[in-house]
């Protein structure tokens, strides 16, 4: 059977009676370079224990398990239990977890099942999920590198520079904590049924140390958030709707010039070195 034919694909789902579920955001791949070169491009080998979300029906778990020593592969649908205990049979390196990979103790998973392996995360994302699934990845602490094909104008948000329309608050999260790199696009036309979206693979190292010292994680957070609440108000105008009376606009704005900046800047245009100084200046204010 060939997991990325289309006819294939369309029996083993009848077989099952499966039905997509547009809540999941379930995408079956129909071409079998997807896949492979996703697995490829994770890096996974033989002393990798992998962490699969969202295995579907198993294309990219196949991959996954020719290279890697073991993979875990999460999946929420029950109803796509069966299938993969039927496609992933010959996968004696495979287990599937049903769960919610939100839910699921991550720390655990990873020394039950992963043990004496390094721990890579490789997935598929549902487009709905990406965000909360890579924000709990990337705070775990516990991968080697997450590798995730997601919607393509999530990745370029993700790798976007300062100064830019995709460049957001979450672009400065992924960026502080790992290396993200845009590796490769999908179109719509390698998917059953098609999104109407192009996909991206994207790769992101976790960083061994920090790019920059801060004084208090928290505090560059809050301002970086603040920062983009409101793209079109200046810095000192979305720090001082989200510090209120916490403190005061004249503080913000001398937290805002102690940190070498323009008392008019916009928080779109700074970059992680530059939010932790005015987190650090308004931190001794």
Not at 158 to 184: K, N
Not at 230 to 238: A, E, I
Request: hydrophobic letters at 45%; proline letters at 7%.
């Amino acid at each position: 059977m060939d997991l990325c034919n289309g006819n294939d694909i369309k029996a083993l789902l009848a077989r099952h009676g499966f039905r997509f579920s547009k809540s999941m955001g379930q995408n079956f791949l129909i071409e079998g370079w997807v896949p492979r070169d996703i697995a490829e491009a994770s890096g996974a080998d033989s002393g990798c224990g992998v962490l699969e979300i969202g295995p579907g029906i198993g294309p990219l778990t196949v991959q996954l398990a020719r290279r890697a020593g073991q993979v875990a592969a999460v999946e929420l649908d029950r109803a796509l239990l069966p299938i993969l205990s039927e496609t992933l049979a010959p996968c004696r390196n495979v287990t599937v977890i049903p769960g919610d990979i939100m839910k699921l103790d991550l720390a655990a998973l990873v020394n039950e099942r992963l043990s004496g392996l390094t721990p890579i995360a490789c997935a598929n994302l549902p487009y709905n999920i990406t965000t909360p699934v890579l924000t709990r990845l990337i705070e775990s602490g516990l991968f080697a590198s997450i590798t995730v094909m997601i919607q393509r104008e999530v990745a370029l948000r993700i790798c976007a520079a300062p100064g830019t329309a995709d460049y957001g608050a979450f672009s400065v999260f992924c960026q502080y904590h790992t290396q993200p790199e845009l590796l490769f696009d999908v179109g719509p036309e390698c998917f059953l049924p098609a999104p109407k979206v192009t996909s991206a693979v994207l790769r992101l190292i976790p960083r061994r140390e920090p790019p920059q010292t801060l004084v208090d994680e928290a505090l560059f957070f809050r301002v970086v958030r603040a920062s983009f609440a409101q793209r079109r108000k200046t810095l000192l105008n979305g720090l001082s709707s989200a510090f209120g009376a916490q403190v005061g606009k004249q503080a913000l704005r001398q937290a805002i010039e102690a940190a070498g900046l323009p008392p008019d800047v916009r928080g779109e245009r700074l970059g992680i070195a530059e939010f932790a100084a005015v987190a650090a200046a308004i931190q001794t204010t």
